[in-house]
C-alpha cells in the first residue's frame, strides 16, 4: 500500500528502537538476509573480487532489519507488484534451460514464491535462504505446494547457513530504493563468491542507476505553499520548517514522465557477475544536463533497471561476464538507445523508470529546499556521491553537488 499522499520520506516512519516498519506505508521489496560458509574460496578469483570468508557480526541494526521483513504486509506489497513479480517469473521461464535440472540459490526468499517459479521450472533442488523469520511461513508454503523435496528453506545469514554444493543460478530480488539502499547486494556478492559455478547464472545479471533533474510545482504546492494562506490565515512562519520536513530527506513517490526535464544520467552500472563489495561502499559520478524545457527546478529523481541476461564465457579468462555494454558513468547515455533492443528476447528488462508503469520502488527524489528557474538548453551539472553509512553500512549518505545559472549549491541527506 502506499500513503494517501502519494510519496513518502526515504525515512520509514516507525517506533523508537525499530530499523525499517517502512514498507507498510511506502513502497518495497521481499528479502532479507541471510547466508552459507563453505571452506576456503570456490575458485583462483583475486582476494579482493570475493566475499571475506570470515562472515561479519550480526549487528542490532541486522536484526531489526531482518524483523522488519516479518511483516507479512511487506511481502503481499511486493508479491502484488506485477510488473515486479511477473517480470522474476518471465525471466524464470526464459532461461528454463539454465535452471532445469540444475541448483538453485534464492537469495533473500521472503515468501519462498521465486523460490517456486524455479522448482516449476524444473530445478533440480531450490535452496531459499532468509534471515527473517518469515521463512517459517516459506517452508509452510513449499510443503503446501508438495514441493519440500525440491525447495530446501534454510533460516538464517547467507553468511551463515550451509550448503555443501557449489550451484548452477543464483536468483535474488535485491534491489532497494536507489538501487542500492540496504545494501542486499553484498549478500548476493557473498553467495556468487563461494558457491556459484564458473559460468553460473546471476538473475539480475546487471542493474543501472540514472539521475535526472525534475520540475514538480504540484508536490512544492502540496507541502510548502500550503502555508502561505490556511483558511485565510498567514501561517507562512511555518515555511522553515515544512521545507526542512519534507525536503531534509530523499522521499520516495511517483513521478511522471512530463515532470522530467533532460534525458537521465548513469550513475551506477552493476555487473552482478563482476562487482565487488568494495565498490558499494561509495558510488560517485559527475553529470552534466541541458534542460529541454523553461521550468522551476525542484530537485533530482534517481531510479533504475535490472536486466535479466543469460551468462556469457569469456574465451580469454574463461570467467563469467555479464552480457551488458556498458558507458562511462562520466558521460550521459544514449537513454532512448538503450530503450531500444533490436531482440526482445534478449534481455527482460525491469524499469523503474518515470515513463514506464509504476512498481512498489517508484521513484527516489532528492527535493531542493527553494526551487530554481531554469530556461531551456540551460545547463545543470555537478556531481554525487551515494555511500554507505558508517553508522550503519544499510543506510544511504547522499551528497550532491549542482550549479546552473551561476549559482552553486550542495545538499546532504541520509536514507534511512
Avoid at 521472503?110 to 531459499?128: E, N
Avoid at 551468462?311 to 547515455?333: C, G, K, L
Wanted: with cysteine.
Amino acid at each position: 500500500m502506499y500513503p494517501a499522499t502519494g510519496f513518502s520520506n526515504g525515512h520509514r516512519h516507525q517506533p523508537a528502537g525499530t530499523f525499517m516498519d517502512k514498507r507498510l506505508g511506502s513502497g518495497r521489496r521481499e528479502r532479507a538476509r541471510s547466508r552459507a560458509t563453505r571452506a576456503g574460496p570456490r575458485d583462483s578469483r583475486d582476494p579482493d573480487q570475493r566475499c571475506d570468508q570470515k562472515p561479519p557480526p550480526c549487528t542490532d541494526f541486522d536484526v531489526a532489519y531482518f524483523n522488519s521483513y516479518a511483516h507479512v504486509g511487506i511481502h503481499e506489497e511486493m508479491i502484488k507488484d506485477r510488473v515486479r513479480t511477473d517480470t522474476y517469473r518471465a525471466a524464470i521461464m526464459q532461461h528454463q534451460s539454465y535452471i532445469a535440472g540444475k541448483v538453485v540459490v534464492d537469495v533473500g526468499c521472503g515468501t519462498g514464491i521465486l523460490s517456486i517459479f524455479c522448482a516449476q521450472a524444473g530445478a533440480k533442488r531450490v535452496y531459499a535462504v532468509d534471515a527473517s523469520d518469515i521463512a517459517v511461513q516459506a517452508n509452510e508454503v513449499v510443503k503446501a505446494n508438495n514441493l519440500s523435496d525440491t525447495v530446501i528453506v534454510l533460516h538464517g545469514r547467507v553468511e551463515d547457513v550451509e550448503i555443501n554444493e557449489e550451484v548452477d543460478v543464483i536468483i535474488s530480488e535485491w534491489m532497494g530504493y536507489m538501487l542500492l539502499y540496504e545494501s542486499m547486494l553484498g549478500s548476493v556478492i557473498c553467495a556468487r563468491d563461494r558457491w556459484l559455478k564458473p559460468g553460473g547464472l546471476i538473475l539480475p545479471s546487471n542493474a543501472t542507476l540514472y539521475m535526472a533533474p525534475v520540475t514538480h510545482p504540484d508536490r512544492y504546492s502540496d507541502s510548502i505553499d500550503f502555508w502561505r494562506n490556511v483558511y485565510g490565515i498567514d501561517m507562512s512562519a511555518m515555511l522553515p520548517l515544512a521545507k526542512q520536513c519534507a525536503f531534509e530527506e530523499p522521499s520516495v513517490e511517483t513521478i511522471a514522465g512530463e515532470n522530467v526535464l533532460t534525458w537521465p544520467h548513469a550513475v551506477k552500472h552493476v555487473d552482478c557477475y563482476r562487482v565487488t563489495l568494495h565498490e558499494l561502499e561509495s558510488v560517485s559520478t559527475r553529470y552534466r544536463f541541458k534542460s529541454m524545457m523553461r521550468a522551476p527546478l525542484h530537485g533530482f529523481a534517481f531510479w533504475f533497471d535490472v536486466e535479466f541476461n543469460g551468462p556469457a564465457i569469456s574465451p580469454a579468462s574463461n570467467h563469467v561476464t555479464a552480457t551488458f555494454a556498458e558507458s562511462s558513468n562520466d558521460q550521459p547515455m544514449d537513454y532512448s538507445q538503450r530503450k531500444k533492443r533490436p531482440n526482445p528476447n534478449e534481455a527482460l528488462v525491469l524499469s523503474t523508470a518515470p515513463e514506464d508503469p509504476p512498481t512498489h520502488w517508484q521513484q527516489t527524489l532528492i527535493y531542493f529546499y527553494e526551487p530554481i528557474p531554469v530556461e531551456q538548453d540551460q545547463l545543470i551539472e555537478g556531481s554525487v556521491t551515494l555511500s554507505q553509512s558508517k553508522e550503519n553500512p544499510r543506510f544511504m549518505n547522499i551528497h550532491l553537488e549542482y550549479t546552473s545559472g551561476g549559482r552553486s549549491f550542495v545538499k546532504e541527506s541520509v536514507m534511512r
